[in-house]
């Protein structure tokens, strides 16, 4: 059922791929574009499938019994309800709509048997992670009888109405867009209208957003043909975090005209928007570039970031591979010279088991980890003690964690690791980075904790070095996280 425009009752939008962007400035008539897309579409329900998501959306994210009896006694309550900005209760009735997803994805699991064999593959694993991975410090949890914030802190439980304005909408918004993909309906065309979902979110969160959204299209990617995203927004980190995918259409709503005609994401929009995809930043703090292999290193110094309090001016390029990442140094150095005067930018490689460094391209500096990749820092004594342990701790934990998993499919591995000199400093460790926490018993994930391990450095830790500056790569650490840059 692919159908290329949507339109509305003076609307019409054309060109339409799986995402579709459409920008604009502020009084273009954007929202009231979406709406009349919206109302025509409902109207049209044997064909469509449509759910709109309001900007400014109140409330808190925890479920409502008065929210629960209005949805369950008018079917129509809640796109009323939703017709306006500053719409009541909204959070609460997409607490709610979560825990129906959690209900549908359960079906799911009984009924899809690719789903059902895969041990690695649940409703935490699939759909909880991907919106703890929008947060940094707060995560989503099953309790027993509802949803629960927990501080990653000191795994405390927070109530909703505590948590950022930020974390919140980041919330809200992750658990309408997954509600949506499982409540696809397979015999209709279905469209999720997205309005300014970046309102209130810090630019990390608006790229991660996106992200998020690319992660639910490729799950349904074998339905590619009867979903369309349409969402508008001011924000570049948003646009810049769609353009990086397939998927991507964009469209201008200018004054008075109420047709948009869309275009798909060019090549060269995809290649320059990791570098301007994050103009508060760049703007507010002078950050500078960091390109990063893939998205494990990208969240590690994003939370380092966060951790050091501003001190770390950095912001996360991710390449996703190896070859992007060469393309990309490439494209800064020839580029960054025609933009600023005194230009700086770094590119930082996994080890993988090289020890030579690389040379600098200036005014791009080239850093390889000391270490085969960055969640072998986990094991240093600093991210050790990250999570509240010594090695020798550890060492104790994990002599009797066999005990009682004696079936667990890495069993020899932490037994290597336990015996060996250098703590797998040069050694792949990625099936085992998130049970390394589990064996002592920390809940947060492993990324976190090498990002406050990272964000946690002093000019003492430098001037003495230490286990993880040792990892990391002395120059490195002075340069990126101190900012001993000098220009030569």
Not at 43 to 56: G, K, L, T
Not at 68 to 82: C, F, P, Y
Not at 307 to 317: A, D, E, H, N, Y
Request: proline share 3%; aromatic share 6%.
């Amino acid at each position: 059922m692919k159908i290329s425009e949507l339109s509305g009752e003076t609307s019409r939008l054309s060109g339409l791929n799986n995402i579709n962007i459409i920008m604009g400035r502020n009084g273009a008539g954007k929202s009231r574009f979406l709406r009349d897309i919206d109302q025509k579409a409902r109207r049209n329900e044997q064909e469509f499938h449509v759910r709109y998501i309001s900007p400014e959306r109140a409330g808190s994210f925890q479920r409502n019994g008065n929210v629960l009896t209005n949805m369950s006694r008018d079917a129509e309550w809640l796109q009323r309800n939703r017709a306006v900005n500053q719409a009541s209760d909204f959070k609460s009735a997409s607490a709610t709509l979560f825990s129906d997803a959690e209900k549908l994805y359960l079906r799911r699991l009984s009924d899809i048997p690719e789903i059902r064999n895969d041990p690695t593959r649940n409703f935490k694993s699939d759909r909880l992670s991907k919106i703890n991975r929008l947060l940094t410090n707060i995560s989503l949890e099953l309790g027993n009888t509802d949803y629960e914030f927990r501080s990653l802190s000191d795994h405390r439980v927070i109530d909703p109405s505590q948590i950022s304005s930020g974390e919140s909408e980041a919330v809200t918004l992750a658990a309408e867009i997954i509600y949506f993909f499982d409540t696809l309906d397979l015999e209709k065309f279905n469209v999720l209208l997205l309005d300014e979902p970046d309102v209130h979110l810090h630019p990390d969160l608006q790229a991660r957003l996106g992200k998020l959204i690319i992660s639910m299209l490729d799950e349904f990617k074998t339905h590619a043909d009867i979903i369309a995203i349409c969402l508008s927004t001011h924000s570049s980190p948003l646009v810049c975090s769609l353009a990086a995918s397939p998927y991507v259409s964009i469209g201008t709503k200018s004054f008075a005209v109420n047709e948009i005609s869309l275009k798909p994401a060019s090549d060269e929009l995809r290649k320059i928007a990791p570098f301007f995809g994050h103009p508060l930043s760049l703007s507010l703090s002078e950050d500078v570039a960091l390109i990063l292999e893939g998205e494990d290193d990208e969240r590690v110094w994003q939370q380092a970031a966060r951790t050091s309090q501003g001190l770390i001016k950095v912001f996360p390029v991710l390449a996703g591979s190896v070859d992007q990442q060469s393309q990309l140094e490439d494209f800064c150095v020839n580029l960054l010279n025609t933009l600023y005067d005194n230009p700086v930018a770094f590119s930082l490689r996994d080890g993988d088991g090289a020890t030579d460094s690389l040379q600098h391209r200036l005014p791009l500096r080239r850093y390889r980890l000391r270490c085969y990749a960055i969640e072998n820092t986990l094991l240093t004594n600093p991210c050790l003690a990250a999570m509240g342990i010594t090695w020798e701790e550890f060492v104790a934990a994990a002599e009797k964690w066999p005990g009682n998993n004696q079936t667990h499919s890495d069993l020899k591995l932490i037994a290597e690791l336990v015996k060996s000199k250098d703590r797998f400093r040069h050694k792949k460790i990625k099936k085992i980075r998130q049970l390394i926490c589990s064996i002592v018993g920390c809940k947060k994930p492993w990324e976190v904790v090498v990002g406050q391990a990272i964000g946690a450095l002093t000019k003492e830790d430098l001037e003495n070095s230490n286990m993880l500056i040792d990892f990391l790569g002395e120059e490195m650490v002075s340069n990126v996280i101190f900012g001993n840059v000098i220009n030569s």
